[in-house]
């Protein structure tokens, strides 16, 4: 009975224009055309065939509407820009563009030019969305790169497979489709393909190339889109914001647009700011009184007695004869009790209330505390035995007889040492995470890296690899003290080398003068030197897979640091090879183990020959902005040498005529090096003996006027140097970067 007095009362004090939904709200100023189309045009965007009031003064908020289709087609600028608008967003300040894929398509002849086209993004004042979008490239024998129309930084993915059977449907990790994300701030690009063989092996199934950039949501691979894509246009979403001042600087400003009942936020990417309507209210924040309040008695009812709307929020009502606050939804207040004739009693009764609510919160408040510190005491466990920490601490109680090289580091240690991974420690960002600069307590200037992903099914292979790689001291090897396991993904502690990496120094033209002759050489045959002790004096053979001169690090002496182990692969004993998924950097790549999967020694062999002639000639390893013939370095460095043409490509600091000798003697051990096929490569010991054999010379006179290349000089070098080899036993590295081949997934390029 009393229920049904409520429902009667409420119906009676509820007000009638409550109870009738509320009116769909105008997204543009009175007078103002608002669609185009299908399309409905919020301001500060208006057609511009529109009075200039409909619409801010900018170019990018005009929408040009072609009415020579059915239904009329709105575009961004005008028609000439073909950048279709398919949406735009108050609420998320997004915009929705039909963009056009890049295509490289061949036949039996070659090139087929008809079929082929390329995607090139222009428009400079809305970033495209780093978060709802990523860049994708489909095809069998593809390289594609998305190159940043401002020359900031260019990147991209590579795709391969041989038959039609490899791919699966949905996958995209680089069998027949690969796909990466896109970095923040990116406004114009340019997307470019290229192929390895001209599908010539492939055109039965595949004779095109495709690559474009797509909302997250907008495809999924099919095998069948080897044969033929069936769109020719991608979605792709924009951010979209205010100007370019922050809130803080716009609203001491005449043009700032944001009105009454109103927040401001600053774009999280591009610049700007943006205008929301706040909880409460709905409609456009860039119009007058644009934001209005919703009558959430109406349209949700979350009241149990009575509910009174009030602006940007409501109330709940107890009826007549009760007392109380009204609970919303069966939450907040204590309800509605009827009312009591003994006052005394109901005040006694409030005053033990409030102090057992009180007594409540404090024991709550410690309760609360305490559980917080129990459960992250219980995250940083799970976190320990999840990442091996158990494993790894027998492994190294067994290994403390003879060194204890690796340290397990605490979470607080290291956020101490990182004044809380403070952003002014960043001293490197890569595909695979960051790196800090940290001191520990006893002075000691750390890098410290912070790892994104972890893959747990790669745990035990890495505390193995761990372990095999804290026994290894040598003096070119960046050293590893230690790793942390407390985290989500594990932290490793390497020393600090401060001088820099030997791309900066190659390709930087304000330091590369400083490389000399000598210089390189010694830098050649300290790596060179490095990669023969994995390859054939550790205790368990170690394949880098990522050799590459940013990954040469360089002390003030200009003394060589191996780092970044974090493709390598141990050698079981018994194997000479290993049968894995294609990992690496465009350019260093080997091609024998790009064709065939097939990991070995060899494939260091092969790119260290390109490392060797990025130290001759200066140039990138692999650089869209030369023409076709020069792009891959090894290809031109090939061709130069077949048409007896070295000396035109070698750095103009080396060819002097003091050095020629040498210079063409490491030009001759590059080629051997970059041969096709791994089994006629040298091995990395036979490359460090000719490398230090070629030091030798140049700091021993007498042998100035010897033939070099008789078979008893090479004979005797080789012996000299073999012993030297052997008497090396360093290299250092124990939680090493050798773990994101384990801990994280695979990022074809764009590293």
Known sequence: MLLLKVVVLGAVLVPRQNRIAEAVDSLTKPGCQSFCGDLEIPYPFGRSDSNSDCRIDRSSFIIDCDHSTNPPTPYMYSKSSTLQILNIS???HEMKIAMWTSRDCYNSFGRDESSSSSAILRQPEFPISN???KFIAVGCDTSASFQDGHGKFSFGCMSSCSNISDVTNGSCSGIGCCETSIPRD????EVTIKSFYNHSDILDFNPCSYAFVAENSFYHFKAEDLSQLKFNKSTLVLDWAIGTQTCENAKNSMSYMCTKNT?????ENGSGYKCNCPEGYRGNPYLENGCHDIDECVEQNPCEEICQNIEGSYTCLCPKGYHGDGKKGGGDGQGCVADSSNSSNLTKILVGVAMGIIVLLFSIGFMYFGHKKRKLNRLKEQYFKQNGGL???QQLHEYDRTTNNAKIFSAEELEKATNNYDESRIVGRGGYGTVY???LPNNIVV??????????SQIEQFINEVIVLSQINHRNVVKLLGCCLETEVPLLVYEFVNNGTLFDHIHNPNVSSKLSWETRLKIASETAGVLSYLHSAASIPIIHRDVKSTNILLDASYTAKVSDFGASRLVPLD????????QGTLGYLDPEYLLTNQLTEKSDVYSFGVMLVELLTGKKALSFDRTEEERSLAMYFLSSLKKDKLFHIVEEILANGENNEQVAEVANLAKRCLRIKGEERPTMKEVAMELEGLRAMAYHTWVNGIDVNTEETVQLLGEKIDVYMDGIASTSTGCTDSMKNHVMPLVSSGR
Not at 263 to 267: D, E, I, L
Not at 575 to 582: A, E, F, N, P, Y
């Open 186 to 189: 990116s406004f114009i690009y």
């Open 90 to 92: 108050l609420e998320n």
């Open 575 to 582: 194997q000479t090879q290993l049968s894995t998924m294609v």
């Open 391 to 393: 494993l790894l601490q």
């Open 437 to 439: 600069k940290g001191s």
């Open 263 to 267: 927040t401001c936020t600053n774009a």
């Open 131 to 133: 978060t709802k979008n």
């Open 447 to 456: 890098a410290i890296k912070k790892s994104m992903l972890v893959d747990q």
